[in-house]
């Protein structure tokens, strides 16, 4: 399954399936992007980043893509588990970068995902 | 062992209360913040301070008002509390000095005001 960005709140999967979770970020200036996990009842939690001058970044199960041409950023999730399922938000940095930090995230409407067992 | 904790995790008051929340980060870092989660799960930073200096204050009503008594405390201060104030309140933290530092995020406070 794919979601089709922020429009699409909701994306349900089998497990096992790979997943597909996208954003379409707004300031062309941004230059930090970082997507999020929030289970329920719990706080966001970090997943994934990637700095404008990459393309792609991929960790444990988890890819992230960044398009700038289109100002678009996607998370792929491989082998979606039960776990997996949360609502995950993408973040851009768009504000003055103080000393590294993400002060000033700007975080998208988020992506629930459903896994199916 | 949690490195971001916030309390209360639910706060349930009335209109024009007067409520604070706390938070406290075990973690070492230098910048700590506010955000805000709406019903419809938006988040949106109200405050940042770094080293006990607000570094960040975006358009938040002067009712709430953060207090940072050392690098690892941000407390919030909400006067007159309205029905629009009743969300879920996150507190975050990360290290400023280290790139690509993520935030880390505490497992908020439900705030209902009724």
């Known amino acids: 399954g794919e979601s089709v960005g922020l429009h699409l709140p909701t994306l349900s999967v089998q497990e096992g399936d790979n997943s597909i979770i996208n954003c379409a970020y707004s300031n062309s200036a941004s230059d930090y992007f970082i997507w999020y996990k929030q289970e329920s009842g719990k706080g966001p939690q970090f997943i994934i980043d990637?700095?404008?001058?990459?393309d792609k970044r991929q960790g444990q199960r988890v890819t992230v893509l960044l398009n700038k041409t289109v100002k678009h950023l996607s998370l792929q999730i491989a082998a979606t588990q039960p776990g997996d399922s949360a609502v995950y938000f993408c973040?851009?940095?768009?504000?003055?970068?103080?000393?590294?930090?993400?002060?000033?995230?700007?975080f998208g409407k988020g992506t629930k995902l459903s896994v199916k067992p | 062992d949690t490195a971001v904790s916030q309390t209360p995790k639910y706060l349930v008051t009335q209109m024009g209360n007067d409520k604070s929340i706390k938070c406290e980060q075990n973690l070492g870092h230098d910048t700590m913040y506010w955000y805000k989660q709406d019903s419809k799960k938006f988040l949106k930073i109200m405050f940042s301070?770094?080293?006990?200096?607000?570094?960040i204050n975006e358009t938040v009503p002067n009712r709430f008002s953060p207090k940072s008594p050392d690098k690892a405390h941000l407390n919030l201060h909400i006067n007159s509390l309205e029905l629009g104030d009743s969300a879920v309140y996150f507190c975050?933290?990360?290290?400023?000095?280290?790139?690509?530092?993520?935030?880390?995020f505490g497992n908020g406070t439900r705030l209902t005001v009724t």
């Open positions: 301070y770094n080293n006990k200096e607000l570094i």
């Open positions: 975050a933290s990360s290290q400023v000095a280290r790139p690509n530092s993520p935030l880390h």
């Open positions: 973040a851009e940095n768009i504000g003055p970068n103080y000393g590294g930090s993400q002060g000033n995230l700007i």
């Open positions: 990637i700095r404008s001058n990459m």
